[in-house]
């Protein structure tokens, strides 16, 4: 966790708690967005890791009152309730948790994002290791939720990992993206890649 004193001076940090966003990270999706227009009105989005809540806040403001945000995390969100939002709490890695997603769903999602990280450890090839495998199960969900053509935005800290998760991406992507919005800390070896153009498995399997 990032030092007081360090948030104070973070002008991202600042600029959340002027704007009312619930983390400076709403600042990235923003981003995000803003390259890659992801986001239009009636569009139904899962957003993976969502607490505190930053990135929900600008996905159904995106979506506007005839789309639908599902959040998903561990830990609760806390968020004002909104018609076009829903919160799962639950551990994406669990066969419960993708069954009350898919109960919830009317229909294939237009797009997933990810912003998960794991509790870090400080040993870098750990950490590195941890993301990988929480983007993976990220995917897995993806691959059942997302409809042809979709898109999936997901968050990894590069390591060995990094290019054979690109290619598990490319099996159902034709286009895959890596990129770091202006926000991310200089101090973070995260990146994002941006998936576009979701091919469905014929097989039916959602996992790799």
Same mark, same amino acid.
């Given at each position: 966790?990032?030092? @007081?004193?360090?948030?104070?001076?973070?002008?991202?940090?600042?600029?959340?708690?002027?704007?009312?966003?619930?983390? =400076?990270?709403? #600042?990235?999706?923003?981003?995000?967005?803003?390259?890659?227009?992801?986001?239009?009105?009636?569009?139904?989005?899962?957003?993976?890791?969502?607490?505190?809540?930053?990135?929900?806040?600008?996905?159904?403001?995106?979506?506007?009152?005839?789309?639908?945000?599902?959040?998903?995390?561990?830990?609760?969100?806390?968020?004002?309730?909104?018609?076009?939002?829903? #919160?799962?709490?639950?551990?994406?890695?669990?066969?419960?948790? =993708?069954?009350?997603?898919?109960?919830?769903?009317?229909?294939?999602?237009?797009?997933?994002?990810?912003?998960? &990280? +794991?509790?870090?450890?400080?040993?870098?090839?750990?950490?590195?290791?941890?993301?990988?495998?929480? &983007?993976?199960?990220? !995917?897995?969900?993806?691959?059942?939720?997302? =409809?042809?053509?979709?898109? #999936?935005?997901?968050?990894?800290?590069?390591?060995?990992?990094?290019?054979?998760?690109?290619?598990?991406?490319?099996?159902? !992507? +034709?286009?895959?993206? +890596?990129?770091?919005?202006? &926000?991310?800390? @200089?101090?973070?070896?995260?990146?994002?890649?941006?998936?576009?153009? !979701?091919?469905?498995?014929?097989?039916?399997?959602?996992? +790799?």
């Amino acid at each position: 966790m990032a030092k @007081k004193g360090y948030l104070r001076k973070d002008p991202y940090y600042k600029k959340a708690k002027e704007l009312g966003f619930r983390s =400076r990270s709403a #600042f990235k999706l923003l981003d995000i967005n803003k390259k890659y227009r992801l986001l239009e009105p009636g569009m139904q989005v899962i957003d993976l890791g969502c607490a505190p809540g930053g990135w929900i806040q600008v996905l159904s403001k995106e979506v506007g009152p005839s789309g639908m945000v599902v959040g998903i995390d561990l830990d609760a969100v806390g968020l004002p309730q909104t018609k076009n939002v829903m #919160f799962i709490r639950g551990d994406i890695r669990e066969e419960r948790t =993708r069954q009350l997603l898919l109960a919830t769903l009317s229909r294939k999602v237009d797009l997933v994002v990810s912003d998960i &990280a +794991p509790n870090l450890s400080g040993i870098p090839f750990q950490d590195h290791y941890n993301s990988y495998e929480l &983007a993976e199960q990220a !995917f897995r969900l993806c691959r059942l939720v997302l =409809r042809q053509s979709g898109t #999936f935005v997901v968050k990894i800290f590069p390591g060995e990992e990094l290019e054979q998760f690109k290619n598990h991406l490319k099996s159902s !992507f +034709p286009r895959v993206t +890596p990129y770091i919005p202006e &926000a991310t800390r @200089k101090s973070s070896t995260e990146v994002y890649l941006i998936a576009k153009g !979701f091919i469905p498995s014929n097989n039916g399997n959602y996992y +790799p």
